[in-house]
């Protein structure tokens, strides 16, 4: 767990202030966020599954 958390440790304010264009900041905005908008759908689609499991059942 403790090296996880060292890999996750970015610092996205510093990346912005040096960025050398606006292409950039798009990128690293895009790439901070996109992994929590996966495990929202990952969560997302699990809840659905056992949702319509329950309704059938199972």
Known sequence: MYIISLLQKVDVAEKLKTA???GYQIGVLIGSFLPFVVLV???YWM???AKKRDKNGY
């Open 20 to 22: 050398p264009d606006s």
């Open 47 to 49: 809840y659905n599954r």
């Open 41 to 43: 759908g990952i969560a």
